[in-house]
DNA sequence: TGTCATGTGTACTATATAGTATACATTACG
DNA sequence: CGTAATGTATACTATATAGTACACATGACA
């Protein structure tokens, strides 16, 4: 799935109960013109930038990482975490490259919940 | 410490002991014009791309995701990593960020020993 | 003392990124 | 049935990114 057809999908779904959700009405709502969203839709240009395509999770209900992943993006405010302690993290996430969802879900639990 | 200063201070180190380490061989081993390297320690022009960030932590013994922190950047093999699930790899990296050194660097450990 | 290597100033350049602006045919509906 | 809204084709544009090419003054050293 590209990014393109999953926002024409979710958008599409979203019209179907709200005329708001118009390309056109969504496209001014988070500050494009609507030929624009049209053709980032389509896959006819890449994916929009960071700061449209959270406009654009924002309008529609979606997840930002996600949504910014499917883009071919990391969230910038992940990318500075990395960049404070790159060491750190590039190793713990290398490490974690090749574990089961589970696993990390379980970590970021643990964390969470201070079982140290 | 920005990335030309720590770049001129670490080659220039090299260069002490072996002169093989000046801007227009170590810019000819690298792949860029002597010119563009002096710019890049100088902070004339910006850091240069990843694959040569990445040249040259290898020819000055550095560690290439520190290199490229200084320069603004996270790797793109930890970007892939992340991007293939967002959700998980995002919400982990939120908890952390605010974990001291020592706890990430025993969960990286915990996973590489298999200690689950 | 001549020449060879060194660092750098200046002037370009190609490609990617991130869009805008306008016009037009089609569809919906009051 | 007319008009208003819709999606999209086409043609541009501004800025950032990632460098190259060449000339020149200075210093090293054989």
Same mark, same amino acid.
């Given at each position: /799935?590209?990014? =393109? ?5 979710? %958008?599409?779904?979203?019209? +179907? ?8 009405? $969504?496209?001014?709502?988070? =500050? $494009?013109?609507? +030929? ?5 839709? %389509? =896959? &006819? ?12 999770? #924002?309008?529609? #209900?979606? &997840? $930002? *990482? $996600?949504?910014?992943? /499917?883009? =071919?993006?990391?969230?910038? *405010?992940?990318?500075? @975490? @990395? ?6 993290? +590039?190793?713990? @996430?290398?490490?974690?490259?090749? /574990?089961?969802?589970? +696993?990390?879900?379980? @970590?970021?639990?643990?964390? %969470?919940?201070? &079982?140290?």
């Amino acid at each position: /799935m590209t990014f =393109g057809k999953y926002i024409r999908e979710h %958008r599409e779904a979203l019209k +179907a109960e709200d005329r708001r959700f118009s390309v056109r009405q $969504v496209a001014q709502r988070i =500050g $494009v013109e609507p +030929a624009y969203l049209s053709k980032i839709e %389509r =896959g &006819d240009v890449a994916p929009p930038s960071e700061a449209k395509i959270r406009a654009l999770a #924002n309008e529609l #209900n979606e &997840d $930002v *990482d $996600v949504l910014l992943a /499917m883009a =071919g993006k990391v969230s910038s *405010d992940l990318q500075e @975490i @990395i960049r404070k302690r790159p060491q750190l993290f +590039a190793d713990l @996430i290398r490490q974690l490259k090749s /574990m089961p969802d589970h +696993a990390i879900l379980r @970590i970021a639990r643990d964390v %969470r919940d201070g &079982d140290w």
